[in-house]
C-alpha cells in the first residue's frame, strides 16, 4: 500500500476522444485519490471524486502542488496522446524520477495521423513546431522519407512551409486537424497551398516523400 501511495501514475489520454481511452487509463483514474490534468482532458472522464489539480501554463505550480500530495493517496497525472511524445510526462518524470513514476501509454495524434493516411510511422522522424520554430539539420532531416511535424500556430505554417520547400524533393503534404474529434479533417495540400491556411491548434503535419505512396 505504502509503494502505491508513493507512486505517481502517469495516465495518456489518446487524441482527445473519449473512445480513445484506455480501459487501463481509466482503471488507474478511477483509483486515483488526486488527478492533475488540463481542463480539456478532465472533460473526457467522469468525475470520481478525487481532488483536482489543474495543469495550466504555471507548470512549476503544477509540479509543486503534485509534491505535497505524494503519498498522502494515489495521484493520477493526465497527459494528452502518449506520454512519450513531447509531453507533460516528460516533466513529471525529471522531476520526481523514474522510480516515482509508472506510465500508461496512449493513443498519440502522430500515430493517428498515419493511421489516416494508411502508412507505418516506425521510420518517421516526428518535430515540435507547436510552441517554438525549431532548429532542424535539413540535409539530415530530407533522407527520411516521413516527417510528422506538431503544429498549431500561424508560424508553425510558416516554419513548415520553409522547411518542406528545403526538403527539395515536392513531398505530399496530409494536414491533419482536430484527430478523432467531431470536426476531425484530414486533406492534403501542397506548397503553394500552405501559407494561405487557417489551421487549429491541434494539427499534425505529414511530409511523406512521394515514392512511399505510389
Given at each position: 500500500m505504502?509503494?502505491?501511495l508513493n507512486k505517481i501514475v502517469i495516465v495518456g489520454m489518446g487524441p482527445g476522444s473519449e473512445e480513445y481511452i484506455t480501459p487501463?487509463?481509466?482503471k488507474a483514474i478511477d483509483g486515483a485519490d488526486v488527478v492533475a490534468g488540463s481542463k480539456n482532458l478532465f472533460n473526457l472522464i467522469p468525475d470520481n471524486g478525487a481532488q483536482k489539480i489543474f495543469v495550466g501554463a504555471d507548470i512549476e505550480k503544477a509540479l509543486g502542488l503534485i509534491?505535497?500530495?505524494l503519498g498522502k493517496g494515489?495521484?493520477?497525472v493526465l497527459v494528452s496522446g502518449d506520454p512519450g511524445i513531447y509531453s507533460f510526462a516528460k516533466l513529471v518524470i525529471k522531476k520526481f524520477g523514474v522510480q516515482a513514476c509508472r506510465v500508461i501509454p496512449g493513443v498519440s495524434s502522430v500515430q493517428t495521423a498515419f493511421a489516416r493516411v494508411g502508412l507505418d510511422w516506425l521510420d518517421a522522424k516526428i518535430i515540435s513546431v507547436h510552441a517554438a520554430n525549431p532548429k532542424?539539420?535539413?540535409v539530415e532531416t530530407a533522407r527520411?522519407?516521413?516527417i510528422a511535424?506538431?503544429?498549431g500556430r500561424k508560424e508553425s505554417l510558416e516554419w513548415i512551409w520553409s522547411f518542406a520547400k528545403g526538403l527539395k524533393d515536392n513531398r505530399r503534404i496530409f494536414?491533419?486537424?482536430?484527430l478523432c474529434l467531431g470536426n476531425e479533417k484530414v486533406y492534403e495540400t501542397d506548397l503553394s497551398g500552405l501559407p494561405g491556411l487557417t489551421i487549429p491548434s491541434r494539427t499534425i503535419v505529414l511530409l511523406i516523400r512521394r515514392d512511399i505512396l505510389e
Open positions: 505504502e509503494q502505491e487501463a487509463a481509466l509534491e505535497e500530495k494515489k495521484i493520477a532542424v539539420d535539413i527520411v522519407g516521413k511535424l506538431l503544429a494536414m491533419c486537424e482536430n
